[in-house]
């Protein structure tokens, strides 16, 4: 029983640990690198808090040597999958029993071991089994994913103290129950933070989940499947069930127990999965929720006025850092005539200094791309732009899969700014621009407005306010986090709340309270101190 009501302050951000030379923290990582490295596993599902093997097996492999397999895992068939949907209603009945306060320990707790204990596995993990630099793993396996932790469960406690106006004799209240049946959370391997937050946002509102992690990262997955684990949560809150998405899929969304979909990854997998859960919208006991992030088509707008060296360096980063797999990665840029040839020499110059390799060497910038099938996507599109009339490769677009799969980063030009890779999404190391009159700046923020569907991240870059004022006035719809002289990729828990609306999902804000509203179904109790005793109404006294 919890007769008590405590106070939970707003958590600080978890700090970036700077792996210098000599610190113990790349020591330790370094040590964890070379153990998970050399000891390959086998991974199962979990069930129920219980291994489950079918003998399904995929493999674990790393992006930078692809013929390194890091673990083997089990592959979940319709018999698991039916398993873990009876699992998550068996637990539901535990979990509704746990006051507010017992599931935030678990997920404080959490994320106190990923600071500690757990933080160089799950950044050795990143790194290994999806190409990540130090910084970039940081980052996100472990900072963002401690800041999803905290914060998720101090929003909570802000929700539950969202309460209504009483009047004299009356009390009233909300109550915010979970929904009414089980979440199934589907993740992308880009980052392990939101790998981990799917599961565990509506988990933290009280919900059981389903939870499928992207084939091509099951193995941070995993590990952070264990840490929850030893964290306390109870066995079949999260059940986390690795396989073929439209094999899972297609019997959980028939399920009349669905309740929930939390989501990131391609606008078409998601608009699918939209339709399927329409078709059968008449089996479910409630509505289902549906919060999706499907990726994005990000710019930068350059005015005349903008500084060259900070316009080049955002340029570099946004769209190259972890090799353009962001959802928020520039991937178009417009840049005036009169500044461009300085911002090339810089941006030239400066690509010029980027190693790419293994992010065992902690020397190099870029590493590999995700799989085969992303380094045939993104190989395609630089193909084109090199065969096209319309365009020039102005840096490189090397590609190399013999070892590892390494695309260099990609500078196209091209002089039409409706051409193919200024309009889809490539999601790898490839940056196009298209170079505008600048005279002609209002009609190119309209021009950036109608040229892609997505409507996720994007920036102006300009020291002249009113520049800046025309660019958030046009761009409204064109961006949900939108950054004036940044890049728009490195959105912070409780700094910048992310999400995009258009063709890049439902705006439901990851990082902030808007999210976790989604998870909960309110219901709203009056109680009368002094109910009427007589059914007449006082005007009723004279006619």
């Given at each position: ?286 509505y289902p929720r549906i919060v999706g992030e499907t990726g994005g088509k990000d710019f930068v707008i350059a005015h005349e006025s903008s500084e060259i060296e900070t316009l080049a360096t955002a340029l ?24 461009w040839p300085k911002v090339k020499e810089n941006l030239i110059e400066n690509l010029k200094e980027i190693k790419i390799g293994s992010p065992e060497n902690f020397t190099n910038f870029m590493n590999a ?28 677009g090397k590609c190399d899969d013999s070892i590892g799969y390494f695309i260099e980063p990609t500078v196209i030009l091209t002089t039409n700014p409706k051409f193919k890779t200024m309009e889809e999404e ?118």
């Open positions: 029983m919890n007769n008590s009501i405590p106070i939970y302050e707003m958590p600080e951000n978890e700090p970036i640990l700077n792996y210098e030379p000599g610190s113990k923290e790349k020591k330790e990582l370094k040590e964890k690198l070379s153990k998970l490295k050399n000891d390959k596993i086998e991974i199962p599902l979990i069930i129920g808090g219980k291994e489950v093997r079918t003998g399904d097996l995929g493999k674990c492999v790393m992006p930078h040597d692809h013929n390194y397999v890091l673990a083997e895992y089990h592959k979940a068939s319709e018999k698991e999958i039916e398993m873990a949907i009876k699992s998550s209603l068996e637990a539901k009945k535990v979990w509704d029993k746990f006051s507010w306060v017992d599931r935030q320990s678990i997920f404080k707790k959490a994320a106190e071991l990923l600071s500690t204990n757990w933080r160089s596995t799950l950044n050795a993990a990143t790194m290994l089994g999806q190409s990540k630099n130090v910084f970039q793993a940081e980052i996100d396996s472990a900072c963002e994913l401690i800041d999803f932790l905290r914060f998720n469960s101090y929003y909570a406690t802000k929700i539950y103290m969202d309460q209504p106006k009483s009047t004299k004799g009356i009390w009233n209240r909300l109550e915010y129950r979970p929904l009414e049946g089980f979440v199934f959370a589907v993740t992308p391997f880009n980052f392990t933070s939101i790998a981990g937050n799917l599961p565990t946002a509506p988990a933290i509102m009280g919900n059981t989940v389903l939870w499928k992690p992207a084939s091509s990262a099951v193995y941070s997955a995993y590990f952070f499947m264990k840490l929850l684990q030893e964290a306390g949560l109870p066995d079949g809150v999260i059940n986390f069930i690795p396989g073929s998405g439209s094999k899972i899929g297609s019997i959980v969304f028939k399920d009349p127990n669905f309740t929930g979909l939390h989501f990131t990854g391609s606008a078409p997998t998601f608009q699918n999965m939209w339709e399927t859960i329409g078709k059968n919208i008449r089996n479910y006991k409630t570099i980063r946004g769209a190259f850092e972890y090799q353009g797999q962001k959802c928020s990665a520039v991937s178009r840029a417009y840049i005036p005539n009169n500044i791309v995700i799989d085969k099938e992303a380094f045939d996507k993104i190989k395609s599109y630089i193909d084109f732009a090199k065969e096209s009339n319309e365009a020039e490769i102005i840096y490189d490539i999601f790898g190391p490839v940056l196009s621009i298209y170079v505008y009159d600048a005279k002609e700046f209002d009609s190119v923020l309209k021009l950036c407005d109608e040229t892609s569907p997505y409507g996720l991240t994007g920036a102006i870059f300009a020291q002249d306010r009113n520049a800046i004022k025309k660019a958030e006035e046009v761009l409204v719809n064109a961006a949900g986090n939108f950054y004036i002289n940044d890049k728009p990729t490195g959105a912070v828990v409780a700094q910048q709340p992310f999400g995009g609306s258009r063709a890049s999902g439902t705006n439901d804000k990851a990082g902030s309270v808007i999210n976790l509203l989604r998870w909960v179904s309110t219901r709203a109790i009056k109680e009368n101190f002094a109910p009427p005793k007589d059914f007449k109404y006082p005007f009723m006294k004279e006619e």
